[in-house]
C-alpha cells in the first residue's frame, strides 16, 4: 500500500522567499508501491478498454506503414509543441521548423528541438529488447532533454503545483529523495519487462514516473518518452509513434485527475488505464488521419507543378525521373522548410540546382517566401504542409469536433484558414470546419 512520510519544512535560504513560503512546517510525501515487473489485475471495463486500443495501435502501424519513417519526426515535433504549451511557452510547427533548419531561434524553439531529438534518441536506445532498461538509462534520458541539469536522480525534496515556492501549499508532494533510487530501479524493471498489454503497462510506467518525479525538472518530457519506449519494446509499434500524451495536453484537469486516482488508497487503476486507453485510440487515429492527409496533399502539389510547368511552356511538363525538384516536392512532409544549403546537401545537388528548384516550386505556390525583419528571403516554407501538422497538434488537444461549440482554452491557433481551404483531404476539411465555427463563434 502507497504510504505518506511526514517531513518537516523550515527553509535555510528564505531571503528570496514571500511571508508563506518562509512559514516553516510539516508536510507529508507520497511514496508509491513498487510495481515489480507483472502487470496488475484489472477490471473487465479497463482490460477491454487496453484491449480495443492496442488493437487500434496495430491497424494505424499497419496502415501507416513505411509512411512511418517520414511521419515519427512530425509527430514527436507535435508531441513537443504540446510539451511546451503546457509549460506555459508558446510555439507554432512553422516556427519550430524554421529554427531547426536554421539553427537559430527563441529559446523556447530551441528547447522544443533539443527535446526532439532526445525523444528520438531514446525510443532507439531504449526499445531494444536484447538488454535491460537500467537507471544510468534513464538517467541519460533526462539528462539529453534537460542538459543544462546535472546528470543524476534528485538529491533533495521536490514538489508539483501549488501557489508558491513550498511544499507545505503543494498540490502533490513526490517521495523523499531517500526513496528515489529504490523506486526507479522498480520503475526500471518493469518497463524492461514485455509481457502483458503494452497499452496498461505505458500507462502504469508513465503514471509512476510521474509519481516518483524523480529529477529536479524534465519529468514531464522524460515520462512522456517512457511511453514510447514502452509501446516499442513490446511490438506494439514498429513504424510510427503515436503522440499519446498529446491528447492530454488538451486536459489537464483531467490529466491530473487521472494521476490523482492512480496515487488514491487503494489506487483507482481502472479509471486510469481507461482514461490512458481513450486518449490512444484518438492519438492513433489523428496520426492515420494526418498520413492519409499528407499523401493526398503530395499529390495535390504534384499536380499543381505539372499545371504549372505546362502553362510556362516547359518540357517535359512532368519532371524527369530523379530530378532535384521532383525529389524536393516529395519530402515536403518530412523537409517542410528549405534553405538552398539544405536543399542541395540533403540532395546532393549544386546550390544553383537547389535555388532554381526552390525558386520554381515558389512561383508555383508550392513553397512560401520567408523573410526576415530587414525584408531578407532565409528559406523556403511548405506552408500547406505546415498546416496540417498544425491542425493535427491542435486536434489532437482539443478534438476534431469540440470547438464548434466553444473556443478551447488550451492549443495553438486555427492555422490561417486560406492555408486550410486549399487542403483537399476530406479528414482534413471535416476538422476544419468543425474548429472554424468555433473559432469565429
Known sequence: MPTLIERVWNPDDDGQLGRKDRAPGRYRAFVPDELGAALPLLGEAAKSAAEDAVAVLARADERIGSRGAYLNHLLIRSESISSSWIEGNRISPKRLAIAEVLHEGTRVALDVIGNVRATEDAIAALADRSRPITVADIEVLQHAIEPTLEPGLRTEQNWVGGPGWSPLRAEFVPPPETEVPRLVTDLARFVTETT??????????????????????????????????????????????????????????????????????????????????????????????????????????????????????????????????????????TDPVLTVASAAHKHRVSKTAAHNALVELADAGILGRTKDQRGRLICWTADRHLALVALTERSNRVGAGDTDRRRPKQGPPLPELGQLARLTSRAAGDVTRASAAGWNS
Open 196 to 333: 502483458g498489454n503494452p497499452v496498461v503497462r505505458a500507462a502504469i510506467a508513465h503514471a509512476q514516473f510521474e509519481t516518483i518525479h524523480p529529477f529536479i525538472d524534465g519529468n514531464g518530457r522524460t515520462g512522456r518518452a517512457l511511453i514510447h519506449t514502452v509501446l516499442h519494446r513490446a511490438d506494439a509499434l514498429r513504424n510510427i509513434l503515436i503522440p499519446i500524451s498529446t491528447v492530454f495536453a488538451g486536459d489537464t484537469n483531467a490529466y491530473i485527475a487521472g494521476l490523482t486516482a492512480f496515487r488514491a488508497d487503494p489506487p483507482q487503476l481502472d479509471d486510469w488505464v481507461i482514461a490512458f486507453a481513450h486518449a490512444t485510440e484518438r492519438a492513433a487515429g489523428n496520426a492515420v488521419r494526418l498520413s492519409a492527409d499528407l499523401a493526398a496533399l503530395d499529390e495535390r502539389t504534384r499536380e499543381e507543378l505539372i499545371v504549372y510547368r505546362r502553362a510556362q511552356g516547359q518540357t517535359p511538363a512532368v519532371p524527369r525521373r530523379g530530378a532535384v525538384i521532383g525529389r524536393i516536392l516529395d519530402g515536403l512532409a
